[in-house]
Nanobody, 128 residues
């Protein structure tokens, strides 16, 4: 049974940093691509960063240069290091997994309906 459990959210001021973690179980990281999504109340989930089984990464424009996605397969954990946080980064952050080694395009990798498995989310609030 695939399970994803996020942690690491919190409240920070503009310019601060957070590292989100997603502990995964029930599958091998060598066969699943993973991603982080953000959702603001009343809006659709938007892709923030994705990583495929080869370690290739994809970032949304808003995350490029500030966020880093990585994973530790020995610890079964996906990470999102977020630096230089801005108020517009506020939202519920979800990790997601899909049983495929990679996506053909960056748009596909950051599209929520490409992923079948989701965690419960962790809240990030950035104040100005």
């Amino acid at each position: 049974q695939v399970q994803l459990v996020e942690s690491g959210g919190g409240s920070v001021q503009t310019g601060g940093s957070l590292r989100l973690s997603c502990l995964f179980s029930g599958y091998s990281a060598s066969t699943y691509s993973m991603a982080w999504f953000r959702q603001v109340s009343g809006e659709e989930r938007e892709g923030v960063a994705a990583i495929d089984t080869a370690g290739s990464t994809t970032y949304a424009g808003s995350a490029t240069g500030r966020f880093t996605i990585s994973q530790d397969n020995l610890k079964n954990t996906l990470y999102l290091q977020m630096n230089s946080l801005k108020p517009e980064d506020t939202g519920m952050y979800y990790c997601a997994a899909e049983n495929r080694q990679s996506f053909r395009t960056a748009i596909q990798a950051l599209r929520s309906n490409e992923y079948a498995y989701w965690g419960q989310g962790t809240q990030v609030t950035v104040s100005s």
